[in-house]
């Protein structure tokens, strides 16, 4: 991946809480450093000035939730080089794609006076299922280290590269103790993309999956670990997958989501 001279950058919202958005303002002084090679063009958490494309990069935050939604991600793809989908929303539905295991027909007359007002597609999807993603960038939200590093390896001309290794060994290299085998505590690690610091497990809470699956992950076998080890009944070990990232086609598979 090769982007020549100052690059021309979008971060786009859809269905989100801005949250990885946020993260990388909250690089501070490294984003100063890059913003003296990128140009975000539109970027309104950053800057009300926004102008249109076509865009080198595109970050696209968050879920296609809405028809509008679709006409906008296709919009953006065909504007832009290279889409970068940004956090567990645009990746994996996010906590929104929850709603999918139920009938959104009942959430809009429960939680709307007017439900025929809302105009919304039967399932939260992540972008990757209306247009070709180029690269993700996981997480509940983002790592900034990870966006301003994916951005540091574009400006030096390299391929943009991450480890997908399990978040097991993110433990390994900081010597944690597991706290599925030693205490008993439900845990995702060993299904989970590494790229958080193994935050929760260094804390002696077990993971709760914010990266999405790992290469080759295998949910079904970690919920029989769940069962034997933690010793949370199957339903139990199934919900542990309804959080962030259950859209995830790996673990759509374990929620009953196909």
């Known amino acids: 991946m090769r982007v020549e001279g100052r690059i021309k950058a979008a971060v786009i919202k859809l269905t989100s809480c801005s949250g990885c958005q946020l993260q990388i303002l909250n690089a501070e002084d490294e984003i100063l450093e890059v913003t003296k090679r990128v140009d975000f063009t539109h970027f309104l958490e ?51 794609a929850l709603r999918n295991l139920a009938s959104t027909e009942e959430f809009k007359k429960i939680v709307y006076p007017h439900p025929e007002w809302i105009k919304t597609l039967d399932k939260v999807s992540p972008i990757s299922e209306f247009v070709r993603v180029d690269y993700e960038l996981r997480g509940c939200p983002v790592s900034k280290d990870r966006v301003i590093d994916f951005i540091t390896q574009i400006l030096a001309g390299k391929k943009p590269y991450f480890r997908r290794e399990p978040l097991c060994m993110e433990c390994k290299r900081k010597g944690n103790i597991c706290v599925l085998i030693a205490k008993g505590i439900p845990c995702l690690g060993p299904v989970t993309q590494e790229g958080c610091g193994a935050l929760c497990p260094t804390y002696g809470r077990g993971c709760y999956g914010c990266f999405g699956p790992a290469k080759d992950p295998k949910p079904e076998e970690l919920v029989k670990a769940l069962v034997r080890r933690s010793g949370l009944s199957k339903d139990g070990a199934v919900e542990r997958f309804k959080y962030f990232t259950a859209w995830a086609k790996p673990f759509r598979k374990v929620v009953g989501g196909e």
């Open 46 to 96: 950053l800057s009300s000035d926004v102008r249109s494309g076509p865009y080198d990069i595109a970050f696209v935050e968050g879920a296609v939730t809405t028809p509008e939604e679709v006409e906008l991600v296709r919009s953006v793809r065909g504007s832009s080089k290279y889409v970068v989908a940004l956090g567990a929303c645009a990746t994996a539905g996010g906590i929104q």
